[in-house]
């Protein structure tokens, strides 16, 4: 075996320029799978984050069967209390407590229906963009103050403005009518029409008096230190609710189904261009391995009439091309690690991102390097140069010994 191994290393540098260049585009078509992979990776990463930081956050407490029909009397007891148990027991700050309700909301000409989110203000910035997305006047700093941030979206339709007042009309839990006048005191830009126009924020101490929710509220929002760790610590807070409370908790998966489902059908039609990538190599080196059976046709019939059989130069073909792919496999792996890397840690933008950061969004893509994005590719490349090999190995397989030394 070792003789073998060694008459496949000489003969792949028996043209090395040939060798070179197709070991050069194993190198190439490596090291781009590894940035395209990565930076989809990291681009999903910070779709999710972004999808999930206005309101959804990581995980919810909630009651159970919220999730499909949110009645305000299916509410979480304590809401607060238990926030704060939450978030001292596990160390966590990006905790906070919110009540949700639906009402109509007036001005002196215009009413509008929007939901009214309760939340705690000193806890809320912590797990929400809103809070920095304020266009005009502040965010809310007393819980039980009687004040209102709205969209500007809203604001424009019930033609309202900073200090302003509107009257909130809608059902308290206990079934009696909830009224009450608040004023405006900052107004929110997110960049989304139906979040600027369906979504007003007051604080949770307020929120619990108008809707007589006796200290209760609906969601206990939690964000993990980033998406890899949302499983343990989903399942760390289950183990920290109360018992016979009904209480559950949905990751962001559970809570936009739709999510994931839209980066499914991206990552789909990313596949469908790797694969014409890989397709192009895998020609490249069935180009390069064919080459070098007809121009070995002679020397095989010569090694077969010798003894030789047709089976151990099937394999010699095949040893050969996992030479070159390995080479281009170790290479690509080592240089692609090296571009991807740097850009993990400077990030990249391009013209027209830096408009993100007028929504408190990220303004630079941090491509996600790791072992699929690493691996996977390049992976892929090699296997697709074995099987590229198959039909010049197929062809000494089925070589007569006569007929290879007259074709010569």
Known sequence: MSITFRLAWRNIWRQ???????????????????????????????????????????????YEGYKDDQRIHQAVPAVRGLAADIRERLSLETIAARGAAFALTSSEDRTYGVQIIGVEPEFEPRISTLPGLIKEGRFLDDINAPEIVIGAVLARNLRVQLGDEL????????????????????????GMVE????????????????????????????????????????????????????????????????????IQADLLGAWFMYGVLVILVAFSVLNTQLMSVLERTREFGITMSLGLTSGRLGW????????????????????????????????????????AAQFNLPDRIYPNLNSISLLVGPCIVFLASLVAAVYPAARVHFLQPVQAMRAA
């Open 195 to 262: 979040l600027d126009r369906s979504f007003a924020e007051i604080p949770l101490g307020f929120f619990q008096d108008t809707f007589v929710m006796d200290g209760a509220g609906h969601t206990v929002v939690i964000n993990a230190q980033n998406l890899f760790s949302v499983s343990t610590l989903q399942q760390q807070v289950q183990a920290l609710l109360p018992d016979m409370e009904g209480l559950v908790v949905h990751d962001w998966d559970d809570l936009q189904p739709g999510l994931r489902q839209a």
């Open 16 to 62: 090395p320029r040939r060798t070179w260049l197709t070991v050069g585009a194993l190198v190439f078509s490596n090291i781009l799978l590894i940035f395209l992979i990565s930076v989809q990776l990291g681009t999903y990463l910070m779709m999710i984050d972004n999808t999930l930081a206005p309101l959804t956050g990581h995980l919810q407490v909630q």
């Open 316 to 355: 010699l073909i095949m040893l050969e091309t996992a030479m070159i792919g390995l080479l281009g496999l170790g290479l690509g792996v080592f240089l692609g690690g090296l571009v991807v890397y740097w850009f993990t840690v400077n990030g990249f933008t391009y013209p027209g991102l830096e408009l």
């Open 167 to 190: 009257t909130i009309l809608g059902s308290a839990r206990d079934g009696s009518f909830a009224a009450t006048v608040v004023r405006i005191v900052g107004i929110f830009e997110s």
